[in-house]
């Protein structure tokens, strides 16, 4: 039932994600909820270990909770993954889309400089920067020739 009202609820994977793969996504959902009540926590999120390890852990994490909030139901989990989903080619969408896909170019960049942008006032610094890097080992995880 709750995989069916999320198709209605939730077109943003709609023509994107198959049934099956939505009720993989509902199954992963309520094995997190520990609570079981319709919702994840932060707390539900650290459980996951790839999370845990990962120095961008709790910035991910935090992408899935709106501002002022502690808990996501399955819409607002679904609409935070679809940024992770590959861009698909417009050209083979038959029916272009009313707005812009969450998995858009456009929408990933801004959705990955949010990860970075720690005080959300637009603009990263330099200090918001350091804190990144300092989380990552930088010389094993990507090149910094473009610093020097």
Do not use: W
Not at 83 to 110: A, C, Q, V
Not at 121 to 144: G, N, Y
């Amino acid at each position: 039932m709750v995989v069916k009202n999320c198709l209605l609820l939730c077109p943003v994977f709609v023509s994107a994600v198959s049934h099956s793969q939505i009720t993989r996504l509902y199954s992963r959902f309520t094995s997190l909820d520990k609570g079981e009540n319709g919702t994840l926590s932060r707390e539900d999120f650290q459980r996951i270990p790839e999370l845990a390890i990962n120095p961008l852990g709790d910035r991910i994490i935090n992408a899935f909770f709106p501002e002022g909030e502690d808990q996501v139901n399955f819409r607002g989990f679904m609409r935070t993954l679809a940024h992770f989903r590959p861009i698909e080619d417009n050209e083979k969408n038959k029916n272009p889309p009313t707005s812009e896909p969450l998995n858009s170019r456009t929408n990933k960049l801004l959705f990955a400089f949010r990860l970075y942008d720690l005080d959300r006032d637009d603009k990263i610094s330099r200090d918001e920067l350091l804190q990144v890097l300092e989380k990552v080992d930088v010389e094993q995880k990507m090149s910094i020739r473009f610093l020097h």
